[in-house]
Antibody, heavy 122, light 113 residues
């Protein structure tokens, strides 16, 4: 059974960089697309971007200027960096796997991490 | 971006009764190349991540009870819970994965009447 676990600081100061890692266990990170999705407290879901195991990426245009994703296949993990954070970036951040129903990224999210709350505050 | 709009925002249904709620996309998410609607439904309970219920608009994910069913095509979609159980209390989200960025509806909260 594939499991995903997010890790990283729960508190980030405004204007600094949010850094999270998602460790994948119970399956290989290779040949899959992996996404970061966030959910502000009490609100809906926003897709941040995806990364393929080869390292190719696609980011939400609304966040593209501040986002970088990377993958480390040797450690079976992938990461998110969000620069210049503000209070509006306070959210639960989820990592998720794209289901393998197509040959591309055009799939729903079949496995999710439990999520990690990141608060932006001084 | 494709905007997903769900209705109603919340719904109270008696145990054992049918719950039906809707999702509308601002443009079609149907691909004629493979005859599929790129539409998924998720269930999110408090303190938990979303759980995939339905994909391709009407295909149940493995392990999902058959009281959950999805229908619709193009821009209009429906999720139905045929007989509501207490454990179905949750927020339900639709999501399109036809275009990037993938987008979610605002959610429908289902409660017991």
């Amino acid at each position: 059974q594939v499991q995903l676990q997010e890790s990283g600081p729960g508190l980030v100061k405004p204007s600094e960089t949010l850094s999270l890692t998602c460790i994948v266990s119970g399956g290989s990170i290779s040949s899959y697309y992996w996404s970061w999705i966030r959910q502000p407290p009490g609100k809906g879901l926003e897709w941040i971007g995806y990364i393929f195991s080869s390292g190719s990426t696609n980011y939400n245009p609304s966040l593209k200027s501040r986002v970088t994703m990377s993958v480390d296949t040797s450690k079976n993990q992938f990461s998110l960096k969000l620069r210049s954070v503000a209070a509006a970036d306070t959210a639960v951040y989820y990592c998720a796997r794209h289901a393998p129903y197509t040959s591309g990224w055009y799939d729903p999210f079949d496995y999710w991490g439990q999520g990690t709350l990141v608060t932006v505050s001084s | 971006d494709i905007v997903m709009t769900q209705s109603p925002d919340s719904l109270a249904v008696s145990l054992g009764e049918r719950a039906t709620f809707n999702c509308k996309s601002s443009q079609s998410v149907f691909a004629s190349s493979n005859n599929k609607n790129y539409l998924a439904w998720y269930q999110q309970k408090p303190g938990q991540p979303p759980k995939l219920l339905i994909y391709w608009a009407s295909t149940r994910e493995s392990g999902v009870p058959d009281r959950f069913s999805g229908s619709g095509s193009g821009t209009d979609f429906t999720l139905t819970i045929s007989t509501l159980q207490a454990e179905d209390v949750a927020v339900y989200y639709c999501q399109q994965y036809y275009n990037t960025p993938p987008t979610f509806g605002q959610g429908t909260k289902v409660e017991i009447k």
